[in-house]
């Protein structure tokens, strides 16, 4: 058989072993080192943002974003359907509010205009925020996902939130460097237009930490305070004093370590990436039935995941299987969350696109070492199906 092609691996090509042996000459291994703000300060610096707060995982970040916005129990958060569950738990069970769900659009995003309507004509505009006519509960924010390094329509967005006064949270965890090139926003990152965006490194991330994520915020306040409770909101460190429940949230210097030498090859892994996108798109799109799935336009983005539409003719599972028994690994778009947990309770939004996207999309192998050669085999052999 031929060599295995994994779906996405981490690529340690640069400084990595450098810096980690560093940290651990020093003996510098847990969230107190020096790295750790080395790392806030790359990361801050690469998207122009005057802070960050570097947590343990994407997930510890987001509920931190949910906390210091001040989402609260009772309260409706409008999310996307097709998404990761780790964008949707923390940012309203975790917090004790419920979600509203929305389908998203061609892009896998979530549908600014779905949002729109519910605004509009399924809540009631008060004095004091948005409420929504079936719950009577307040809708208090939006979470934006930018799903596979996608910009989400943020023009739109940010004009919904003025108006229906909602809080936006960027969930920015796989559009790491994806930024608008065109426009009122040219120039601005995914997770930086909003009141708060959050990334994060896990291991099959454009650059990873291991595990890890980043908070970033537009109110320098709520940044603060995210670090704050990040590490277990302690006010005095010789006399262990808190002055509210806090997290052991906060990044460590190993998995800092791994992230300042990995921000320093990501736009090289960016542009790798574009490269093998452009040859996907060269080879399968329009042929046989199959597109790729595209990227917004006036954005660069970092072409974290690559996503196929099937033709009718083909089952999805079928073509994962068939993809394994030649070595090549994919996989399925995200279950969609009002599917799952107690979750089939929460209201529902214009959900059509995103159930034709469970059925037929699939994520072809997207590394950043992938090779023309690899792309080449996975082309052939989803044309031979």
């Not at 987001?62 to 949707?88: C, K, N, Y």
């Not at 509009?120 to 809708?139: E, S």
């Not at 924010?141 to 329509?153: K, R």
């Not at 006036?298 to 599972?317: A, K, Q």
Request: one cysteine or more; a negative charge; charged letters at 20%.
């Amino acid at each position: 058989m031929s060599e295995f092609i994994p779906l996405s691996v981490p690529n340690f090509c640069g400084n990595e072993k450098k810096y980690v042996d560093e940290a651990l000459d020093g003996a510098w291994v847990s969230t107190s080192g020096a790295k750790v703000g080395e790392f806030e300060e790359a990361l801050a610096r690469y998207v122009g943002m005057p802070g960050a707060v570097a947590c343990a995982s994407g997930s510890a970040g987001l509920h931190l974003a949910a906390m210091v916005a001040g989402i609260r129990r009772g309260d409706e958060v409008i999310v996307p359907a097709l998404t990761f569950i780790a964008s949707v738990n923390p940012t309203t069970r975790y917090v004790g509010a419920e979600p509203v769900f929305i389908g998203c659009d061609e892009t896998a995003t979530m549908s600014a205009d779905a949002v729109e309507d519910f605004c509009a004509n399924g809540c009631t505009m008060k004095a004091d925020g948005l409420y929504n006519n079936r719950t009577g509960a307040h809708v208090s924010a939006i979470v934006i996902v930018h799903v596979f390094g996608n910009m989400a329509d943020m023009p739109r967005f940010l004009e919904i939130a003025k108006k229906y006064k909602l809080l936006l949270i960027e969930d920015a965890a796989e559009a790491l460097g994806t930024k608008y090139t065109e426009g009122p926003l040219a120039g601005k990152f995914a997770g930086t237009m909003g009141d708060v965006g959050v990334y994060s490194y896990n291991g099959n991330k454009i650059i990873t930490t291991g595990t890890g994520g980043t908070l970033i915020s537009n109110h320098p306040e709520w940044t603060a305070r995210a670090k704050h409770l990040s590490t277990q909101a302690k006010t005095d460190l010789l006399q262990f004093k808190h002055d509210e429940v806090g997290y052991n949230y906060r990044m460590t210097n190993i998995d800092a370590c791994l992230g300042l030498a990995q921000m320093e090859l990501l736009e090289s892994f960016i542009a790798h990436k574009t490269e093998r996108y452009a040859q996907y798109v060269a080879g399968l799109d329009g042929v046989k039935g199959f597109s790729m799935l595209p990227f917004r336009a006036g954005t660069r983005s970092n072409h974290w995941f690559y996503s196929v539409l099937l033709p009718d003719r083909l089952d999805r599972d079928a073509v994962i299987a068939a993809m394994q028994e030649k070595g090549i690994q994919t996989r399925p778009v995200w279950a969609l969350i009002p599917e799952q947990c107690d979750y089939a309770r929460n209201e529902t939004h214009a959900m059509e696109t995103a159930r034709e996207y469970r059925r037929r999309i699939v994520n072809i192998p997207c590394s950043t070492n992938l090779t023309q050669a690899q792309c080449a085999r996975v082309v052939e052999a989803l044309l031979s199906l």
